[in-house]
Protein backbone atom coordinates (compact mmCIF):
# COMPACT_ATOMS: atom_id res chain seq x y z
CA UNK A 1 0.00 0.00 0.00
CA UNK A 2 1.36 3.54 -0.48
CA UNK A 3 1.21 5.53 2.24
CA UNK A 4 1.66 9.27 2.64
CA UNK A 5 3.06 10.19 6.44
CA UNK A 6 2.11 13.27 7.99
CA UNK A 7 4.24 14.61 11.11
CA UNK A 8 4.61 18.20 12.51
CA UNK A 9 6.55 20.13 10.66
CA UNK A 10 6.58 24.07 11.66
CA UNK A 11 4.23 22.97 14.49
CA UNK A 12 7.02 21.60 16.73
CA UNK A 13 10.24 18.55 15.59
CA UNK A 14 10.21 16.97 19.06
CA UNK A 15 8.91 13.56 17.61
CA UNK A 16 11.46 12.95 14.75
CA UNK A 17 12.58 10.46 16.61
CA UNK A 18 9.28 8.89 16.83
CA UNK A 19 8.52 9.78 13.13
CA UNK A 20 11.83 7.93 11.96
CA UNK A 21 10.47 5.03 13.87
CA UNK A 22 6.88 5.01 12.29
CA UNK A 23 7.89 5.01 9.17
CA UNK A 24 10.61 1.79 9.43
CA UNK A 25 7.20 0.30 10.84
CA UNK A 26 5.22 1.07 7.40
CA UNK A 27 7.78 -0.04 5.37
CA UNK A 28 8.69 -3.19 7.37
CA UNK A 29 5.41 -3.84 7.12
CA UNK A 30 5.86 -3.54 3.04
CA UNK A 31 4.33 -0.32 2.60
CA UNK A 32 5.64 2.69 0.16
CA UNK A 33 6.04 5.33 1.96
CA UNK A 34 5.86 8.35 -0.23
CA UNK A 35 6.82 11.14 2.36
CA UNK A 36 9.64 9.98 4.56
CA UNK A 37 11.27 13.48 3.74
CA UNK A 38 8.78 14.16 7.35
CA UNK A 39 11.05 12.61 9.19
CA UNK A 40 14.59 14.21 7.87
CA UNK A 41 16.62 16.36 10.25
CA UNK A 42 17.56 18.66 7.17
CA UNK A 43 13.96 19.01 5.98
CA UNK A 44 13.29 22.65 7.27
CA UNK A 45 16.92 23.45 5.21
CA UNK A 46 15.19 21.84 2.29
CA UNK A 47 12.00 23.44 2.72
CA UNK A 48 13.75 26.85 2.54
CA UNK A 49 14.57 26.04 -1.00
CA UNK A 50 11.07 25.83 -2.12
CA UNK A 51 7.62 28.41 -2.06
CA UNK A 52 4.80 27.38 -0.24
CA UNK A 53 2.76 26.74 -3.14
CA UNK A 54 5.39 24.20 -4.39
CA UNK A 55 5.18 22.18 -0.83
CA UNK A 56 1.51 22.59 -0.72
CA UNK A 57 1.04 21.38 -4.42
CA UNK A 58 3.59 18.24 -3.59
CA UNK A 59 1.93 17.20 -0.37
CA UNK A 60 -1.48 17.55 -1.88
CA UNK A 61 0.22 15.22 -5.11
CA UNK A 62 1.60 12.67 -2.37
CA UNK A 63 -1.89 12.48 -1.22
CA UNK A 64 -3.73 12.33 -3.88
CA UNK A 65 -1.30 9.62 -5.00
CA UNK A 66 -1.36 7.55 -2.07
CA UNK A 67 -3.82 4.64 -0.82
CA UNK A 68 -3.66 6.05 3.19
CA UNK A 69 -2.94 8.24 4.92
CA UNK A 70 -1.52 7.78 8.47
CA UNK A 71 -0.69 10.51 10.89
CA UNK A 72 1.18 11.40 13.75
CA UNK A 73 -0.84 13.90 15.94
CA UNK A 74 1.10 13.63 18.72
CA UNK A 75 2.36 17.22 18.56
CA UNK A 76 -0.86 19.67 17.29
CA UNK A 77 -0.18 21.10 13.15
CA UNK A 78 -3.01 23.20 11.41
CA UNK A 79 -0.48 21.65 8.53
CA UNK A 80 -1.02 17.95 9.63
CA UNK A 81 -4.53 18.99 10.25
CA UNK A 82 -5.07 20.14 6.55
CA UNK A 83 -3.52 16.46 5.26
CA UNK A 84 -5.84 14.53 7.17
CA UNK A 85 -9.28 16.73 6.06
CA UNK A 86 -7.90 17.03 2.74
CA UNK A 87 -6.99 13.07 2.44
CA UNK A 88 -10.69 12.21 4.47
CA UNK A 89 -12.53 14.37 1.16
CA UNK A 90 -10.51 12.26 -1.26
CA UNK A 91 -11.95 9.45 0.09
CA UNK A 92 -8.70 8.12 1.41
CA UNK A 93 -8.28 5.91 4.22
CA UNK A 94 -6.82 8.09 7.55
CA UNK A 95 -5.18 6.21 10.42
CA UNK A 96 -4.26 9.23 12.94
CA UNK A 97 -1.67 7.53 15.77
CA UNK A 98 -0.85 9.82 18.80
CA UNK A 99 1.32 8.91 22.00
CA UNK A 100 -1.04 7.46 24.86
CA UNK A 101 -1.89 10.55 27.05
CA UNK A 102 -1.64 13.46 24.56
CA UNK A 103 -4.29 15.68 24.59
CA UNK A 104 -5.33 15.13 20.90
CA UNK A 105 -7.58 16.92 19.01
CA UNK A 106 -11.00 16.41 19.30
CA UNK A 107 -11.57 16.93 15.47
CA UNK A 108 -9.27 14.47 14.98
CA UNK A 109 -10.75 11.80 17.58
CA UNK A 110 -14.37 12.73 16.69
CA UNK A 111 -14.25 12.31 13.46
CA UNK A 112 -15.72 8.43 12.39
CA UNK A 113 -13.93 8.69 8.63
CA UNK A 114 -10.68 8.71 10.78
CA UNK A 115 -9.39 5.82 12.93
CA UNK A 116 -7.29 7.18 15.60
CA UNK A 117 -4.85 4.99 17.67
CA UNK A 118 -3.23 5.74 20.90
CA UNK A 119 0.68 4.25 21.32
CA UNK A 120 2.57 3.85 24.71
CA UNK A 121 5.53 1.77 22.82
CA UNK A 122 6.33 1.28 19.10
CA UNK A 123 5.48 -2.66 19.34
CA UNK A 124 1.84 -1.83 20.22
CA UNK A 125 2.01 0.57 17.67
CA UNK A 126 3.35 -1.97 14.94
CA UNK A 127 1.02 -4.39 16.11
CA UNK A 128 -2.14 -1.84 15.97
CA UNK A 129 -0.72 -0.81 12.53
CA UNK A 130 -0.77 -3.98 11.04
CA UNK A 131 -4.43 -5.04 12.16
CA UNK A 132 -5.27 -1.22 10.67
CA UNK A 133 -3.81 -1.25 7.55
CA UNK A 134 -4.68 -4.85 5.66
Do not use: W
Not at 36 to 42: D, I, L, Q, R, Y
Request: charged share 25%.
Amino acid sequence: MKVFFAGSIRGGRSMLLEYNQIIELLKKSGHDVVSEHVASVKLEEAEVRLTEEEIFLSDIRFIDECDCLVADVTVPSIGVGYEICYAVSKGKRVVCVYKEGTNASAMVLGNRRVTTVPYASMEGLEKSLALHLR
